[in-house]
């Protein structure tokens, strides 16, 4: 017999008037009510518990701490468990109204989650961190969705014990299918619904995290760094991307890491928006002038594209993307970042065999094309002008409400008046007008790209 046994044994018997063959034969139904899988000293805490019996805590030192995670049981109550924080969620509401604050507690092998409510959760909201060792008093254990759960109320108090370094924290964390991810935050947007964040995680990969509420409480700054409990993750070849609901938490930490060490451009592409095409579908394609050339870059929504044609011949920062062999891609949480407007210089009397860039010239207009998309709040269009200059025949691509009145003498507010008829017969009859007729151009070219980009064009007629 252990002395934490035999202290509380002594304990039972003085206060009661069980005998020792009574008190035996209890801590075997006690030991059996709970499956067998508490210890005769779990056993004997719970009778003293049930019985009203005070128990010299200051005599032992693990108190119920000794009584690992995974050998509590439902019905438990006035139990002491000792753990360590590794996931939480924020203060939350129910339907009630009633606050209420959930966080998981682990030992080095398993970990269960525990509930506060009202007054009890209010008090540990500002104190309980991740990463915290932790002792809980006078707690119980309750079934809720087929499993167990430690409930604390206005009895039951906490202590902070220690705190536990981030990165055994993570490994814990992931061993017990609690997974937690860091960001340092390189970039922030806020908008109505939330907060999307672009940085490094904890293995320095680019990460792009869209937070799904406001907590006014928390000030994030570029460069901090962030732990993120309870949420959504999802890796890519280049690239994390994160999730985080209402009931996800984030948590400032005063480490920081030191991946800004790395290439930005991991993070973002950044360029000349030259223009983009629209797709029959949803969405369609951006291409952007970076200092290795003429990159493309798909996107899935129109709302991203119809920004995209605010940014025309503007310094843009693409925060986000996937790379997919040698295609790059949206990803749930891309944003654009709009520059300053750029005046680009045309090398001028230049033919188009003699220039990759930009440049002025005259050229004779072949074919005309026009892609449009009518999607309520988005009027997207694309318009393809086919150009000869004796040397080389080039599609040159424009998104220019000025180029579209130049070569099919449509408005953008109109474009979406018309039928598809209606827009074919107008090309075709601007298609006769222009055919063949000289006109003076600046744009574009590009020859890593199947189009090239027209940003001025003046027509002879």
């Not at 032992?60 to 000792?82: C, H, N």
């Not at 924020?90 to 506060?116: H, M, Q």
């Not at 937070?211 to 309870?230: A, C, F, Y």
Request: with cysteine.
């Amino acid at each position: 017999m252990s002395k934490t046994e035999d202290i509380i044994e002594n304990e039972i018997l003085k206060h009661t008037n069980i005998s020792k063959e009574e008190l035996e034969r209890k801590i075997q139904e006690k030991i059996e009510e709970f499956g067998g899988i508490i210890k005769r000293e779990a056993a004997l805490i719970v009778l003293a518990k049930e019985l009203g019996i005070p128990i010299p805590r200051e005599n032992f030192s693990q108190q119920l701490s000794a009584l690992r995670i995974k050998d509590l049981a439902v019905g438990f109550r006035g139990i002491d468990v000792e753990g360590i924080v590794i996931s939480r969620q924020p203060l939350l509401k129910s339907s009630t109204g009633k606050e209420y604050l959930r966080f998981a507690l682990a030992d080095e092998n398993d970990a269960i989650w525990v509930i506060a409510w009202g007054e009890k959760a209010l008090e540990l909201d500002p104190q309980l961190k991740i990463g915290q060792k932790i002792l809980l008093s006078r707690a119980s254990v309750r079934k809720y969705r087929d499993k167990k759960e430690i409930v604390l109320d206005k009895n039951s108090t906490i202590r902070m014990l220690e705190n536990i370094d981030t990165s055994t924290i993570m490994e814990l964390s992931r061993k017990l299918g609690f997974p937690l991810t860091l960001v340092e935050v390189v970039k922030s947007f806020s908008d109505d619904t939330g907060i999307t964040l672009y940085g490094y995680n904890n293995e320095c990969r680019p990460s792009a995290v869209r937070v799904l509420s406001k907590d006014p409480r928390l000030k994030i700054s570029e460069g901090d760094t962030l732990l993120l409990s309870n949420c959504t993750i999802n890796t890519f070849d280049n690239y994390s991307q994160v999730t985080c609901r209402p009931s996800s938490y984030l948590q400032k930490l005063d480490k920081k890491q030191t991946c800004f060490e790395r290439d930005m451009d991991e993070l973002f592409i950044s360029g000349i928006l030259l223009g983009y095409e629209v797709f029959s579908r949803e969405g369609g394609k951006i291409y952007l002038l970076t200092n290795t050339g003429v990159k493309s870059i798909v996107f899935f929504r129109d709302e991203l594209l119809a920004e995209a044609s605010n940014l025309i011949l503007r310094g843009t920062l693409v925060w986000g993307y996937r790379k997919i062999d040698d295609a790059l891609r949206e990803i749930a949480y891309t944003k654009l970042e709009g520059g300053e407007q750029i005046f680009p210089a045309f090398e001028r009397n230049k033919r188009f065999l003699e220039v990759e860039g930009f440049i002025e010239t005259r050229a004779n207009i072949v074919s005309i094309d026009l892609n449009r998309k009518c999607r309520g709040a988005y009027n997207l269009f694309s318009i393809h002008v086919t150009l000869d200059d004796g040397t080389s025949t080039i599609k040159f691509l424009s998104n220019s409400s000025k180029i579209l009145h130049e070569v099919l003498s449509l408005s953008q507010e109109e474009l979406c008046d018309y039928t598809n008829d209606v827009i074919e017969e107008i090309i075709a009859y601007r298609q006769d007008e222009l055919g063949g007729e000289e006109a003076t151009i600046r744009g574009y070219i590009s020859r890593r790209q199947r189009v090239s980009f027209l940003v001025e064009i003046s027509p002879t007629v």
